[in-house]
């Protein structure tokens, strides 16, 4: 006997007997369509309702591959109209992009060296006191560029200090760039380390 259809006393709690034959009230009975009224009631429940992660998969599975029709793809549209999308769509739609962003400050130019004989002079100066040798690989007859050890932009006065430039190679500058302050110690150890 199938579980649950027992009491203690191991007696049935339906005689199967009895049922045979019957038909039960609801084969064949349908649902009649949801109205309007009762749709919009089901959506009012559900909003702000979480679906599970699980359930998300299972939905999206389903949906695959799914050829969307240019008419419900416009009704979709219509609805979407004036909706707030999420934080990461908001940037790709470029609202808190360049002036509009809150970390924006008043746009640098961006940085060039100038083909001036002083900066020219400078890079011959740091390149010979190096050998051409990229101070950090060691690498040799590669293309060498200088790096300033403080910056270009915030130290201004060092520019052509022949002591705050090192020769690097190509790849070992590109490890500098935007990480100018953490390079900025083991610059100065290497140039050290020299003397
Ligand atoms: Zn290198």
């Known amino acids: 006997m199938p579980k649950g259809y027992s009491n203690k006393?191991?007696?049935?709690?339906?005689?199967?007997q009895a049922r045979k034959g019957k038909v039960p009230w609801n084969k064949d009975k349908k649902l009649p369509p949801l109205s309007k009224k009762w749709k919009d009631n089901?959506?009012?429940?559900?909003?702000?309702?979480?679906?599970?992660?699980?359930?998300?998969?299972?939905?999206?599975?389903?949906?695959?591959?799914?050829?969307?029709?240019i008419?419900?793809?416009?009704?979709?549209?219509?609805?979407?109209?004036?909706?707030h999308n999420s934080p990461s769509t908001e940037f790709k739609k470029g609202?808190?992009?360049?002036?509009?962003h809150w970390l924006w400050k008043g746009g640098q130019k961006p940085y060039k060296h100038p083909n001036s004989s002083e900066y020219k002079q400078w890079r011959s100066q740091v390149f010979k006191r190096d050998n051409y040798i990229c101070q950090f690989c060691e690498?040799?007859?590669?293309?060498?560029?200088?790096?300033?050890?403080?910056?270009?932009?915030?130290?201004?006065?060092?520019?052509?200090?022949?002591?705050?430039?090192?020769?690097?190679?190509?790849?070992?500058?590109?490890?500098t760039i935007r990480k100018e302050a953490q390079f900025e110690e083991i610059c100065?150890?290497?140039?050290?380390?020299k003397d």
């Open 188 to 193: 100065l150890f290497k140039l050290l380390a």
């Open 9 to 16: 006393d191991g007696k049935p709690l339906i005689n199967p």
């Open 139 to 175: 690498a040799t007859k590669i293309y060498v560029v200088p790096h300033h050890i403080k910056g270009w932009t915030n130290y201004p006065k060092l520019r052509y200090k022949i002591n705050n430039g090192i020769t690097l190679c190509r790849p070992c500058h590109k490890l």
């Open 71 to 83: 008419e419900l793809r416009n009704k979709i549209k219509r609805g979407m109209k004036g909706k």
């Open 42 to 69: 089901i959506g009012k429940a559900n909003k702000g309702h979480l679906v599970s992660k699980g359930k998300r998969i299972k939905i999206g599975n389903k949906h695959r591959g799914k050829i969307i029709s």
């Open 95 to 100: 609202e808190h992009k360049g002036e509009n």
